[in-house]
């Protein structure tokens, strides 16, 4: 009876023996791997961990140490260490996740547990998420008041440009008449010749001296130039792009015959003069992509409606040290406002009818035009659609309640941020962005996200929700609140704002949680929204 208890004492050890050095991972002590260590309470130097058991080893009371990348405390439910035991783990994989009630991974392959924290020890996943929050809070804040008083400087200068053209030709013509130049006397002729009249004075005539400084207080030119022989001419003060280094000027085509001041200036009239936009970026890499992006689409089966491309120079020449072959260059048509500061300027009242239409359309062609180059836009937003047509209109569009007199100069501008389908994001807009894009980035995996035409179908329908109900969607929200909203799973899109039945039933689609069950452009353009609505003829 004594032989067959030893017997099978043995055979339970060496049972439980084999259990743990085939599944356990090798214990550590300072980081440096040993042999698995075997105890037991009945002193035959095996352990055997309780059959109930289950799960990875729990670590307790731990620490992570950042200079060698391992953990330390005390464990439980370990295969080959008894509980109570201080362990110190390999080092670990994704540091950053650690945190209480998480399953860490090691270098060596092992997983435990993490419990409650030692007291006065930091996890690294709060301390990261404390630092992100307080990064995103800070650019939150300020883009918020970039945002607005860009809104309010944009309103201003629309207003200001209105007056200033009508003021204009008045105002040349008040100058020109100190300006003109002496009557030269004719020379008396031979006695036996037959003097002959005067010629009959021509129109007056601006010195060019008098031109150019007339050029600089109606046009407010800086006096800096860029491009060769002076070519184009700087004036205002600069916007910055949104999130970039560029920087937007406002400049105008120099006249050839007449240094410092505008073509179709010469005569002193302001009405046959051509502004332009001109984006100045130290970043030659994310012009000279923009610049390709402008030829894809203006060049494809649909051109769509952007502004049109003027000129691009790379390490533009500049009058200004500071710009001097420092910066590349790229002139585009000028609108005089964009959609954002028209709904501040009807101060929150949306647009309506025709005008409404017209805006609708002229994205959704733009849209057309970037996704037949198999391209997706993920920058499409109110502030990227300008209206090209005469600033004295702005005032008539202000007051235009039902939108009778439409939007037909409605353009689109800024394709900084245009990638391949398929590829992956260079920046974004949480406004513009879907929910999809959200988590992908809240989960630290954004850079990776895949690009497809959906993630602009759902930019449209937040901007048209915009357009039709006067507000953003997520109206003084700042931008990382937008995207932890986007990415919590109770969301979901409410359109019951949107008046026009019709077209909240167009937003609603185009903002469907499922990126599948969006309309391609096609469908969008075919929408009874603008079939049904007279709108007029689309090309597809």
Not at 12 to 32: D, H, K, V
Not at 39 to 52: D, Q, T
């Amino acid at each position: 009876m004594t032989v067959q208890k030893a017997n099978l004492l043995v055979a339970i050890a060496t049972s439980c023996l084999y259990f743990a050095t085939a599944f356990a991972p090798p214990q550590t002590i300072n980081g440096i791997a040993t042999s698995p260590r075997i105890a037991s309470k009945n002193n035959i130097n095996v352990y055997c961990p309780p059959l109930f058991a289950a799960g990875p080893p729990v670590i307790s009371n731990w620490r992570y140490d950042t200079s060698k990348g391992i953990i330390s405390g005390t464990v439980t439910n370990h295969p080959t260490i008894p509980d109570g035991d201080r362990i110190t783990t390999s080092p670990v994989k994704n540091p950053n996740g650690l945190n209480e009630n998480f399953v860490c991974q090691t270098m060596s392959g092992s997983k435990y547990k993490l419990m409650s924290i030692a007291r006065g020890a930091k996890a690294p996943a709060v301390e990261l998420k404390a630092k992100l929050a307080a990064e995103n809070k800070a650019k939150a804040s300020a883009a918020e008041k970039k945002r607005l008083a860009e809104e309010k400087k944009a309103a201003v200068a629309a207003k200001k440009a209105a007056v200033a053209a009508k003021k204009a030709v008045a105002t040349a013509a008040k100058k020109a008449s100190v300006a003109l130049p002496k009557k030269v006397t004719p020379a008396k002729s031979a006695p036996e010749a037959k003097s002959s009249p005067a010629p009959a004075s021509a129109a007056p005539q601006i010195t060019p001296a008098a031109l150019v400084k007339l050029a600089k207080s109606t046009f407010s030119l800086t006096g800096t130039t860029v491009g060769p022989n002076g070519k184009y001419l700087l004036a205002g003060k600069p916007t910055q792009s949104s999130g970039r280094a560029a920087k937007i000027w406002t400049a105008y085509l120099a006249d050839p015959n007449v240094p410092d001041v505008p073509a179709g200036f010469a005569d002193g009239d302001a009405s046959a003069v051509q502004q332009l936009t001109i984006k100045l970026s130290p970043d030659f890499d994310r012009l000279r992509l923009e610049n390709n992006n402008y030829n894809k689409v203006q060049s494809g089966l649909f051109s769509g409606r952007f502004v049109k491309k003027m000129d691009y120079i790379q390490n533009i020449s500049s009058s200004n040290r500071a710009l001097d072959g420092k910066v590349s260059a790229l002139a585009i048509e000028s609108g005089q406002y964009d959609l954002k500061a028209l709904l501040a300027a009807r101060k929150g009242a949306p647009l309506r009818g025709r005008a409404l239409r017209d805006a609708a359309s002229s994205a959704g062609q733009c849209i057309q035009a970037v996704h037949s180059s198999n391209l997706v836009w993920t920058d499409l937003k109110t502030e990227n659609f300008v209206v090209v047509r005469n600033s004295e209109n702005f005032n008539n569009e202000v007051m235009d309640n039902k939108g009778s007199l439409g939007l037909p100069g409605v353009k689109g501008i800024d394709l900084e941020s245009v990638i391949v389908k398929g590829g992956n994001p260079i920046d974004y807009s949480p406004e513009a962005c879907p929910p999809e894009f959200a988590v992908a980035y809240m989960g630290g995996y954004g850079e990776d996200f895949i690009l497809d035409y959906s993630y602009d179908i759902w930019s449209l329908g937040m901007m048209l929700y915009e357009l039709s109900t006067g507000v953003p969607y997520f109206e003084k929200k700042s931008p990382s609140v937008v995207t932890k909203l986007l990415c919590d799973e109770a969301f979901a899109a409410d359109v019951s704002a949107v008046p026009d039945a019709k077209l909240r039933d167009l937003i609603g689609n185009c903002l469907s949680l499922e990126p599948r069950r969006r309309p391609d452009i096609t469908g969008f353009l075919l929408h009874p929204y603008f079939i049904t609505t007279g709108f007029g003829p689309f090309s597809f």
